[in-house]
């Protein structure tokens, strides 16, 4: 079974330039949330999507937008790029929410894709 | 607000015990989970603690005090494979998001 995949491994853009990065879930996940990891800081949530909504938010400014395709699917948008938004871009899957609660008594598991490294110059 | 506290850097010799702490201040509280993250690599589930007490898991350990909003991730057997970064994260509304911490840089020294 594949795991989280996400692209590009690598992007290199200048400031005020556009990036796009894309996360495909793992089969039968429907949650999708996004974290940003900078050099030796801890992860910090971004955005998480469920059954093609935005479920919640971090605080992040709204430059930093995505989306949920029907297939589960993910993109994370950030406009106007900036020299501190070069990090490590973690999407992560889990299965899915029904009514706020998780369908999965317990934790609820996220599995990371290996990331998208994200520098702006 | 909401918080997570871990030391950041912690070292031992293969075979050692070791400790991680966690203490958190978070608005909710449904469960202190711990992920492992080796250099470049991806963070992966170690173990999760929703009710007060000890979770073992082979080598890992992981306990959970509700009531002093603190838990700890036991490392026992150290092997080199182990250095590696440690985060604890708290679930604060039930829901998918998770509130990662700093992260605990472990390095296993022979």
């Known amino acids: 079974e594949a795991g989280v995949t996400q692209s590009p491994t690598h992007l290199i853009k200048t400031r005020g330039q556009q990036a796009t990065l894309r996360c495909s879930p793992i089969s039968g996940h429907t949650s999708v949330y996004w974290y940003q990891q900078a050099l030796g800081l801890g992860l910090q949530f971004l955005l998480w999507y469920d059954e093609g909504e935005e479920r919640n938010r971090g605080n992040f400014p709204p430059r930093f937008s995505g989306r949920q395709f029907p297939n589960y699917s993910s993109e994370l948008n950030v406009n106007a790029l900036e020299l501190e938004d070069s990090a490590l871009y973690l999407c992560?899957?889990?299965?899915?929410?029904?009514?706020?609660?998780?369908?999965?008594?317990?934790?609820?598991?996220?599995?990371f894709g290996a990331g998208s490294r994200l520098t702006v110059l | 607000g909401q918080s997570l506290e871990q030391p950041s850097e912690v070292t031992a010799v293969e075979g050692a015990i070791v400790q991680i702490n966690c203490t958190y201040q978070t608005s909710g509280f449904y469960g202190l989970s711990w992920y492992q993250q080796h250099d470049g690599g991806a963070p992966t589930f170690l173990s999760y603690n929703a009710l007060d007490g000890l979770e073992e898991t082979g080598r890992f350990s992981s306990f959970l005090s509700r009531s002093d909003s603190y838990g700890y991730l036991l490392l026992q057997e150290l092997q080199m494979k182990d250095s590696a970064s440690y985060f604890c994260a708290v679930n604060p509304s039930n829901t998918g998001k998770l509130i990662f911490g700093q992260g605990t840089t472990l390095q296993v020294k022979p």
């Open positions: 992560a899957s889990s299965l899915g929410q029904d009514g706020g609660l998780p369908l999965y008594s317990g934790a609820n598991v996220l599995t």
